[in-house]
Each structure stands twice: as structure tokens, then as C-alpha cells.
């Protein structure tokens, strides 16, 4: 839908709400994902509110009825924020650590499962062989980027990290060569220009893989797409599996890398132990 967000929609209103519907429309801005789930008598009764305080309220934020405000609001759940994906019982109790083991181990096999021997050894080969590797992330996914070139950077020479502090990605897409390999991590949320940033990259002819949450939509233009499985009990996001990605990508490197990526690992160790940084 066109304007505002719904939950830009719901802030808006909220101090000239009356207090039924004040407090209804609190408990959405904590759990907007109710109301993509729910009917109109579901939500009232989780908010504990009437059924015609949400019919008035989707009406003050200008929606014809609850079925159009529902419908932006799953809209919405599928950009990826984690408010989306939160619901009024995952704060009624802690989530237990058997909880957090199990999903953590249902999302690395279904991550690494996705990812064939055929599809990893292409890409290492690639990385391997590339004039030059950029990796990219933006938000929590630059986390990501900055840890698998650390990783690739033992085996790997010429590997860059993008963007880093207060650079534009134009001069670097200006860089990239058909001979290169580009990493991009786009995990919820991803940024509004990421979608042209890649279709910019990808102009270059340089090869792409792209690592997403399982809500990314498929890029049938990368030689590779990564949908890495983050459902975690309670509000966060769980990025297990990313990390698995990204240690299985480097450990994969560095034996492919045969004979030349040991003797490089060997020079690193002996430069580090000779500047006394081991």
C-alpha cells in the first residue's frame, strides 16, 4: 500500500487515541504481528479491548476496515522486522535453553542442508580464483561481511570488506570487474537500495552470492543464493546458522587452497609471532 508504514500509521495517532484505544494501539506497536495473524475478535480479546474499539481504530489510521489494515500489516511482517515476529506469549514466559538448542540446531540443518558439495566447490574455486573478493553488509549484516573476510583473508589476498566507515558503495561498484567475486549479506532488515545495489553489481558481470534469512526473495541472477534459517524463540533473530555459513565457506577455502593457502597461513603465523601479536 502506498504512505506510511502501518507502524508509522499506529505512532502517529497514538497520543490522540482515547484510552481504550490507547491501549490498544500499544500493545500493536509491541506486537504488531497480532493483528497480521488475528481477526478483528482475536485481537480485541488479546488486547482486552471491544471489537468496535478496533473497528474505530483502524479507521483513525486510515484504513477502510480491519481486512485492509491486516493486509499492510502482513505486508509489512514480510520486509522482516523482528516486532513483526514477536507475539504477546513469547513474553509471557522465558524461553527455555533447550528451546533456544533445538531451533538452533532445526536451522543449521536446514541452512547447510540447502547448500550442495557441487554449489560449495564452484564457489571456493571462484573465491579462489577471483582477481578480487568484495564483501558486503549493511546493518547487523555487515557483522557478517566483516567476519568472512576476516576469516577468507588467511587464504585469500586480495579481499575487501565494504562499505566501511563513512564510505558510498559508488566508488566500488565503479572497482568491480567481471573476474571478481561479490559476497553480499542481506538479512533482515535490509536497507531500501539494497535491491539496486545488486542489480549495480551485477551489471559488472562480476560473480554474485547472496546470503539471506529464509524471507529473501530469490535473486535468479546470482550464481548463488544462501537462505540462511533464523527463527529463534523470542523476540531476536537467531543467526547460528549465518555463522555456520560463513565457518563451512572459509574452512572449505583454506583446504582448496592446498599447498599455496598453507604457506601463506605459515608466513602469517611467523610474521604474527615475530611482531609479538600471538
Given amino acids: 500500500m502506498p504512505g506510511p508504514s502501518f507502524l508509522s500509521r499506529v505512532r502517529l495517532v497514538l497520543p490522540e487515541l482515547y484510552p481504550a484505544e490507547k ?3 500499544e500493545f500493536v506497536c509491541d506486537f504488531p504481528g497480532e493483528l497480521a495473524s488475528y481477526s ?5 480479546t488479546l488486547a482486552h479491548v471491544s471489537k468496535a474499539t478496533v473497528s474505530r481504530f483502524v479507521k483513525r ?3 477502510e476496515n480491519y481486512e485492509e489494515a491486516r493486509r499492510h ?3 509489512e511482517k514480510s520486509t522482516g522486522s523482528r516486532l513483526f515476529l514477536s507475539t504477546a506469549a513469547d513474553v509471557s514466559q522465558e524461553q527455555s535453553i533447550e528451546a533456544h538448542i ?4 532445526s536451522n543449521l540443518e536446514a541452512t547447510l542442508s540447502s547448500v550442495s558439495e557441487v554449489q560449495l566447490k564452484s564457489l571456493v574455486t571462484a573465491l579462489l580464483q577471483a582477481r578480487k573478493v568484495w564483501v558486503i553488509g549493511f546493518r547487523s549484516s555487515h557483522s557478517f561481511a566483516s567476519y568472512l573476510q576476516w ?3 588467511q587464504v585469500i589476498e586480495n579481499i575487501v570488506a565494504l562499505p566501511g ?4 558503495m559508488g566508488e566500488h561498484i565503479a572497482s568491480m570487474q567481471r573476474e571478481d567475486v561479490i559476497i553480499v549479506f542481506g538479512l533482515r532488515r535490509r536497507v531500501a537500495q539494497l535491491d539496486t545495489l545488486l542489480e549495480r553489481m551485477l551489471d559488472t558481470q562480476a560473480k554474485l552470492l547472496y546470503v539471506t534469512d529464509e524471507g529473501g526473495p530469490f535473486l535468479p541472477r546470482a550464481q548463488w543464493h ?3 534459517q533464523t527463527l529463534a524463540p523470542g523476540p531476536l533473530f537467531s543467526h547460528v546458522s549465518t555463522m555456520a555459513l560463513c565457518h563451512v565457506i572459509a574452512t572449505r577455502a583454506i583446504e582448496q587452497a592446498g599447498v599455496q593457502g598453507r604457506t601463506r597461513l605459515r608466513d602469517i603465523e611467523i610474521l604474527n609471532d615475530a611482531l609479538g601479536e600471538l
Fill in 61 to 63: 489510521l486510515g484504513y
Fill in 40 to 44: 478483528a475478535s482475536e485481537l480485541a
Fill in 23 to 25: 491501549r490498544l494501539g
Fill in 165 to 168: 566507515a563513512g564510505q558510498t
Fill in 151 to 153: 576469516q577468507l583473508t
Fill in 73 to 75: 500489516a502482513r505486508e
Fill in 102 to 105: 533445538r531451533q538452533g540446531i
Fill in 226 to 228: 544462501v537462505r540462511c
